[in-house]
């Protein structure tokens, strides 16, 4: 029955009426196409949830200043998240090469952030003042750890199980189905939770995500790995030596590194946008909750037409990315020099939105890259390498606010603009990997 179910929700969202191509992964395993498909993307729609109810720049922020965190340990957050889970990831690849079936590095990774979670709830039931932030702190870093222990995992486990013709459209449902969940809950906060702040409902948003984890966990765990080679596995030095002669030996690959360094400008814009619209609006409630309902609108409706388009061509991807970013970005400096015009919050709400858009474009583009540009007896080494690189430049960008203090925001703004004008123009130096390429 569950075979017969998975089938016909891969042909389904797929619509694949061919018989099926298995571009890249064994044989073998050819026959559980449509169960891996249907867990991954179930697996994603859980998790992507669980990351959009405790997310580092949003709701954990706010929980964090009801406890009275200072804004020193608020902005160290994002840096935490990222540094936290990128910056390892290079020191454990070799040791996760050694094993032939790699799921249960990202099954286990899940239940240690579930239990992450799940600590963290229950501190914020049971006690009181700044040791909670410290408390959430703490887990946060294990948490991140977790998660980029997983992340290794990840990306070879899907080169393993999932054919290269369908990998972005898998993960775009996985962004479209836990965006979908996220904007129902981002409903939920505003106009049925929108009266009540206390410990209870912070500890359930804690709880919810453990859950959420602990069920994605589950289904990751279920999905169909072929044994896989196992020689090649380095310790941490030698990783590390692996992953500089890489970036030294490849100008493809540093190219595609330093390209994805220049699309993190459109994450790291946001915090800017709500620093604009905390100006329009008092009610910092009801501006966390159409936070979360544009960017969960923008996921949702962009993810499959991205998931498409990163399939035929994840450079191009990268490109549309940019460009959307952009046009939020010439509209938030258009709104920030006509505020006299007396423009609201709701006219605002636009450029969350597109830099959504364009920023589950930029992700899936970069991942799609990846998984296709890696070598399968190296994906491990590659996805490390490139998630440290990433983790340096994020330690690099926590400093990028310092021209705001110095020239103003609009300077800022002009700032990531340039950055993501120059990665449009080194995009066209990679080598193209796509079906339509």
């Known amino acids: ?65 009801f406890f009275g965190a200072s804004s020193a340990i608020i902005g160290a957050l994002v840096p935490i998240k990222d540094a936290g889970s990128l910056l390892p990831q290079l020191f454990v690849s070799g040791r996760i090469r050694s094993f032939a079936i790699r799921k249960y590095f990202w099954a286990v990774s899940a239940l240690v952030q579930a239990v992450c979670w799940l600590a963290a709830a229950i501190a914020i039931y049971l006690l009181s003042g700044p040791i909670v932030t410290y408390i959430i702190l703490a887990l946060l870093a294990l948490f991140s750890i977790a998660s980029g222990v997983a992340s290794v995992s990840y990306k070879d486990v899907i080169g393993k199980t999932v054919p290269k013709e369908v990998r972005g459209q898998m993960l775009s449902y996985r962004s479209t189905f836990g965006g979908l969940l996220g904007l129902i809950a981002g409903v939920l906060l505003i106009f049925v939770l929108k009266d009540v702040a206390d410990k209870s409902l912070y500890a359930g948003l804690f709880l919810v995500a453990s859950v959420l984890w602990f069920i994605a966990s589950t289904l990751f765990f279920m999905i169909e790995e072929k044994a896989g080679a196992t020689s090649g596995g380095r310790s941490p030095v030698g ?27 459109i994450p790291l814009l946001q915090p800017f946008y709500v620093i604009i619209a905390k100006d329009i609006t008092d009610s ?154």
Not at 15 to 40: G, M, Y
Not at 242 to 265: Q, V
Not at 391 to 402: E, K, N, S
């Open 284 to 437: 910092s409630w009801n501006l966390l909750g159409y936070l979360i309902i544009a960017n969960g609108l923008a996921q949702v409706l962009s993810s499959p037409l991205w998931g498409r388009i990163a399939d035929r061509s994840s450079v191009s991807l990268m490109r549309i990315s940019s460009v959307v970013a952009i046009i939020g970005l010439l509209y938030a400096l258009t709104f920030y020099y006509f505020e006299d015009w007396g423009l609201g919050f709701y006219a605002f709400l636009p450029i969350i939105f597109i830099n959504g858009i364009a920023y589950s474009g930029a992700r899936l583009s970069r991942k799609t890259y990846l998984v296709n540009y890696a070598p399968e007896e190296d994906r491990p080494t590659y996805v490390s390498v490139a998630n440290t690189a990433i983790g340096v430049f994020t330690l690099v960008a926590a400093t990028f606010g310092v021209v705001a203090e110095l020239f103003g925001l609009p300077a800022q703004l002009i700032f990531f603009l340039i950055l993501l004008l120059a990665a449009i123009l080194l995009s066209f130096s990679l080598k193209k990997v796509g079906n339509a390429d």
């Open 1 to 65: 029955m569950m075979a017969k179910l998975s089938a016909e929700f891969y042909d389904f969202l797929t619509e694949e009426d061919e018989p099926r191509a298995c571009s890249a992964i064994p044989d073998e395993a050819c026959t559980n196409v449509p169960k891996n498909f249907t867990l991954n993307v179930l697996n994603g729609t859980a998790s992507k949830l669980a990351e959009k109810i405790i997310s580092p720049n949003l709701t954990l922020a706010w929980i964090m200043h």
């Open 239 to 265: 990783e590390l030596k692996e992953g500089l002669k890489l970036i030294k030996t490849e100008s493809n690959f540093r190219n595609f590194l330093i390209t994805r360094g220049l699309l993190m400008s």
